[in-house]
Nanobody, 117 residues
Framework: QVQLVESGGGLVQTGGSLRLSCAASRSIFSINVMGWHRQAPGKQRELVAR???????NYADFVKDRFTISRDSVANTLHLQMNSLKPEDTAVYYC???????????WGQGTQVTVSS
């Protein structure tokens, strides 16, 4: 089991930056996969970026070269640095974790990111 708490969302203008954080209640190296997803109004939740325990990283095509996922093993925190933000990046961003041999999914409560044009 793991609890995830996101922070860092807010309102930013087009072209601006935000850094999201996700604090985990257990060592992030005990978690199989951690990631960021987002859900815009009226749309399905979609993967933004993820990182495996071994350090393999995947990004959605729409955020490549703009967003960077990273982790702090001391603070057990996952980050998402978002640069060159666009209005279409507006969504609730969720932190996720896949834990244990059963690969159970856990989610944070979400943090709102709004990009104004």
């Amino acid at each position: 089991q793991v609890q995830l708490v996101e922070s860092g969302g807010g309102l930013v203008q087009t072209g601006g930056s935000l850094r999201l954080s996700c604090a985990a209640s257990r060592s992030i190296f005990s978690i199989n996969v951690m990631g960021w997803h987002r859900q815009a109004p009226g749309k399905q939740r979609e993967l933004v970026a993820r990182i495996t325990r071994g350090g393999d990283i995947n990004y959605a095509d729409f955020v490549k070269d703009r967003f960077t996922i990273s982790r702090d093993s001391v603070a057990n925190t996952l980050h998402l640095q978002m640069n060159s933000l666009k209005p279409e990046d507006t969504a609730v961003y969720y932190c996720s974790a896949v834990v244990g041999p059963g690969f159970r999914d856990y989610w944070g409560q979400g943090t709102q990111v709004t990009v104004s044009s």
